[in-house]
T-cell receptor, first 112, second 118 residues
């Protein structure tokens, strides 16, 4: 059962780049790393997913070292609207069903 | 993209009554859906895995008789909170794996249901 560890909270200022690191020491060979964003009273929203090296999309980049035991979500030039909880997820297969077990997440607060 | 719809978004019920929450995959079929609950300022906790045409699989510590799950079609899973009590008040969220052919990609979450038991 892969588990993830993230900082509980982070503060940043508008326009800065934010990097959130997640530790997943027990990641399995076939597991992907997925990051979600959650606003209050809403369901999590997919941000980015990767397996190794670097992945970039229109909102974020994901850096995964060769050993895959950690990953870093990078949010360029954050704005106030990026204030949310960010979850790093690694799937877990139990009885043949692939499912997500959520860790604590990182509560990001963007300040003006 | 894949959309998962939950209904209702908010519900208030009296203690002792039952409440049903629906989770629908709008533009894809989902053989497996997941139900989570989330208390204020806490993370999502997986409650159960809903399997189309078969019994749900509950996580340890979740009362199956309390939280009834039915996955009668490939686009609908329901969670019924039976004999609700104030401690069942929470935010319930469902998710489904959208079918893009990759085993690890595309879990879409619903918008959640805020249940308040009074």
């Amino acid at each position: 059962l892969a588990k993830t560890t993230q900082p509980i909270s982070m503060d940043s200022y508008e326009g800065q780049e934010v990097n959130i690191t997640c530790s997943h020491n027990n990641i399995a060979t076939n597991d992907y790393i997925t990051w979600y964003q959650q606003f209050p009273s809403q369901g999590p929203r997919f941000i980015i997913q990767g397996y190794k090296t670097k992945v970039t999309n229109e909102v974020a980049s994901l850096f995964i070292p060769a050993d895959r035991k950690s990953s870093t979500l990078s949010l360029p030039r954050v704005s106030l609207s990026d204030t949310a909880v960010y979850y790093c997820l690694v799937g877990s297969t139990t009885s043949g069903t692939y499912k997500y077990i959520f860790g604590t997440g990182t509560r990001l607060k963007v300040l003006a | 993209g894949a959309v998962v719809s939950q209904h209702p978004s908010r519900v208030i019920c009296k203690s002792g009554t039952s409440v049903k929450i629906e989770c629908r995959s709008l533009d894809f079929q989902a053989t497996t859906m997941f139900w989570y609950r989330q208390f204020p300022k806490q993370s999502l906790m997986l409650m159960a895995t809903s399997n189309e045409g078969s019994k749900a699989t509950y996580e340890q510590g979740v009362e199956k008789d309390k939280f009834l799950i039915n996955h009668a079609s490939l686009t609908l899973s329901t969670l019924t909170v039976t004999s609700a009590h104030p401690e069942d008040s929470s935010f319930y969220i469902c998710s489904a794996r959208s079918p893009d052919g990759r085993a690890n990609y595309g879990y879409t979450f619903g918008s959640g249901t805020r249940l308040t038991v009074v």
